[in-house]
Each structure stands twice: as structure tokens, then as C-alpha cells.
Nanobody, 126 residues
């Protein structure tokens, strides 16, 4: 089982930036890692995903050009650089690891992921 621990959340004003980190430990056959977010009363949705073999990265439309997913394989850390944050980005952000390959048509489906972190809160004020 993979253990995931997120950090880097916080409160910022609109237009600000944050970088989320997800430290990974434990035996893993992970091939796809992703960030999801969930706002109060809403479903958990995919934000970005990255194949561990250096393949494609995927982003939900609302964050394209503002968010960047990246990995430090030597340190086993997944990052999410978030720039130009907006109030609609306010949510709990979760790191997820999956043993199925990231695919264009379903990378944002939470059921495709096997392990989850506890989440880190991001709050953006206008």
C-alpha cells in the first residue's frame, strides 16, 4: 500500500500562488498520480494527472495555463504549482495514486485510483 501525505495548502488572495506537495512512501506499483479537489457539497473532481513513466500530463480545462503538475522521482514527491488562483479554486485538494495507466478519457475518475492522501485545504479570497 502507498502512503500519501499532502502539504502546502493555505489561504491566499485571488491572483496568488501556492505549491502543493505530496510525499509518497511504501511499496508501489503506481503508474499514474493525480491531484483531485473537492469543494463543500460538491463531488471530488480531477485537477491534473501525471504518468510516472514520464508520459502525458492531463489537466481539467479550468486550470489549464495556471496549474502545473510535476514529479521529483528521486524524492518520491508529486507537486502541483498553482498560479493566478481564483475563489473558485477553493477546495480540499487530494493526492491520489493509481495502478492503472493515466488515460485521456478517464484520468479524472476517482474510482480509477487506489490510494489517497488526507487532503490539504486551499482557500482563495477575492
Amino acid at each position: 500500500q502507498v502512503q500519501l501525505r499532502e502539504s502546502g495548502g493555505g489561504s491566499v488572495q485571488a491572483g496568488g500562488s501556492l505549491r502543493l506537495s505530496c510525499a509518497t512512501s511504501g511499496y508501489t506499483r503506481t503508474v499514474c498520480m493525480a491531484w483531485f479537489r473537492q469543494a463543500p457539497g460538491k463531488e471530488r473532481v480531477g485537477v491534473a494527472a501525471s504518468a510516472t513513466d514520464g508520459g502525458n500530463n492531463y489537466y481539467t480545462d479550468s486550470v489549464k495555463g495556471r496549474f502545473t503538475i510535476s514529479r521529483d522521482n528521486a524524492k518520491n514527491i508529486l507537486y502541483l504549482q498553482m498560479n493566478n488562483l481564483q475563489p473558485e479554486d477553493t477546495a480540499m485538494y487530494y493526492c491520489a495514486a493509481g495502478r492503472s495507466w493515466c488515460k485521456l478519457h478517464d484520468w479524472g475518475d476517482p474510482s480509477k485510483f487506489d490510494d489517497w492522501g488526507q487532503g490539504t485545504q486551499v482557500t482563495v479570497s477575492s
